[in-house]
């Protein structure tokens, strides 16, 4: 009996992909134990070592990270002589937001207009699934040819680096000729797309102090230090007139090479207001992908329900600063945090604290993976060639991989074109999307095994 083809298996095996992300979506796992209970997260990771073990991989494990969440581990042993292939994905995920803004419960898969959502069905809980149905499909016709590892990261989203310390100290484990990053995304839908760049990234925390506590705004504001006056002050020095980053000491004023975004087309993914300028100067693809950006991502005040006539004696924000390739994220902290440091107004004074670290990523679009994947996206995406692109988002554990595996080819795919909405309410996946990039993931997987031995 002859094996049906690879489109035509995972076109089968869709209904039983769309229940089982429907089973990973209903976990509200974002490791963040102040936002929901931990359970949850180790409930996720549970999850996904049982799948792994049901599809007949050996040593699954949990791997507690020093960042105090797990990553699931597990291999599956390929033909002798096989090369081996590192298949990622993450299992936690962003907080929902405004709940109220979702047309529907965030953590229940909803289909709609062809689309299914609900948080992580893109990022990146829809990449395991991707994973899975591949291998389903090669199983179903002769079998794996290739050893697999898989590991599906339990803290991607907080920045933490507890999967980035723990491959440090257990190098062995991660290995791999051939690396494949679940956890980009196409330029759009339709257009079959790895991803050959990401900006890495620093997080810090500033806090100002003006005054030992609140004062009555009539009886000494015009006077005394705002401390959230001051950092608005100071938030707004990073920050040029047309919206530039500016950092004292940090260049931005690289050009982006390759695959453009035109505007209008990215005002309508990012959904820009009517009106409402975009920010910076250069290309769109010179400002999401080769330069910084700041983004004050969190801010305390006063609410304004509930507001008293006072002046703040202390303010704190969470600044976001996205490192291009070609910048050191460890030098980018510094220097953001000098410049948060002198630019405080009034003499306020400043405290730094830093968050999240990850340093930015370039791929080797060269290799050999490369090759196999551009043959495996032709059969996925009949009629189009696979683009290259960069990516404004970071995956830390990208430039671990590469520094300890500096042979290992690292490829990165995935399910987060600007449909999604990733990190935003009203997060989906297409279902189309995850179809055919578990067709290009089975079909490159064979493709590399047969480039391998010849």
């Given at each position: 009996m002859t094996a049906r083809p690879i489109p035509e298996t995972v076109a089968s095996?869709?209904?039983?992909?769309?229940?089982?992300?429907?089973?990973?979506?209903?976990?509200?796992?974002?490791?963040?134990?102040?936002?929901?209970?931990?359970?949850?997260?180790?409930?996720?990771?549970?999850?996904?070592?049982?799948?792994?073990?049901?599809?007949g991989f050996q040593d699954v494990a949990l791997l507690d990270?020093?960042?105090?969440?797990?990553?699931?581990?597990?291999?599956?042993?390929?033909?002798?002589?096989?090369?081996?292939?590192?298949?990622?994905?993450?299992?936690?995920?962003?907080?929902?937001?405004?709940?109220?803004?979702?047309?529907?419960?965030?953590?229940?898969?909803?289909?709609?207009?062809?689309?299914?959502?609900?948080?992580?069905t893109a990022d990146c809980k829809g990449g395991l699934i991707m994973h899975l149905l591949a291998l389903r499909a090669l199983k179903a016709d002769g079998g794996v040819p290739v050893g697999v590892k898989v590991v599906a990261e339990g803290s991607e989203e907080q920045g933490t680096g507890g999967l980035e310390r723990y491959a440090e100290e257990h190098p062995e484990l991660l290995v791999a000729d051939a690396i494949v990053i679940g956890d980009a995304g196409n330029f759009r839908v339709g257009l079959p797309t790895v991803?050959?760049?990401?900006?890495?990234?620093?997080?810090?925390?500033?806090?100002?102090?003006t005054l030992e506590g609140n004062l009555h705004s009539g009886q000494f504001g015009g006077a005394v230090p705002d401390a959230l006056a001051a950092m608005i002050q100071l938030l707004a020095s990073l920050r040029s007139e047309d919206g530039t980053t500016t950092v004292d000491g940090l260049a931005g004023d690289a050009s982006w090479e390759g695959l453009q975004y035109p505007e209008e087309e990215f005002r309508r993914d990012a959904k820009v207001l009517d009106g409402v300028e975009l920010i910076g100067a250069g290309t769109v693809a010179d400002r999401i992908w080769a330069r910084p950006a700041v983004t004050v991502i969190g801010i305390d005040c006063p609410p304004v329900v509930g507001a008293t006539p006072s002046v703040q004696a202390s303010a704190r924000a969470q600044v976001s600063l996205r490192v291009p390739p070609g910048q050191d994220a460890v030098e980018a902290t510094k220097l953001l945090t000098a410049h948060l440091e002198s630019h405080a107004p009034w003499g306020a004074r400043v405290t730094v604290e830093q968050v999240g670290q990850g340093q930015p990523f370039r791929a080797d679009v060269t290799s050999p993976a490369y090759t196999s994947m551009a043959a495996a996206m032709r059969v996925a995406y009949p009629g189009e060639e696979m683009q290259t692109a960069g990516m404004g988002g970071s995956i830390p554990l990208c430039n671990t991989l590469a520094q300890l595996y500096p042979e290992s080819e690292i490829l990165l795919i995935g399910l987060s074109e600007p449909e999604a909405q990733i990190h935003a309410v009203n997060e989906s996946v297409s279902p189309e999307e995850l179809e055919r990039l578990a067709v290009a993931e089975a079909l490159f997987l064979r493709n590399y095994a047969e480039s391998r031995q010849g």
């Open positions: 095996l869709m209904p039983r992909a769309k229940a089982e992300l429907s089973e990973l979506v209903a976990f509200q796992s974002v490791a963040d134990p102040a936002q929901f209970p931990k359970s949850e997260c180790e409930a996720a990771a549970g999850w996904v070592a049982d799948a792994l073990t049901a599809e990270t020093p960042d105090g969440t797990q990553s699931v581990y597990g291999y599956l042993p390929g033909p002798a002589g096989a090369p081996t292939v590192l298949l990622y994905a993450h299992y936690d995920v962003q907080p929902p937001l405004d709940e109220s803004a979702w047309l529907s419960p965030p953590f229940e898969l909803t289909e709609r207009n062809g689309r299914w959502y609900g948080r992580g991803t050959a760049t990401l900006r890495g990234m620093t997080m810090l925390r500033v806090t100002l102090n």
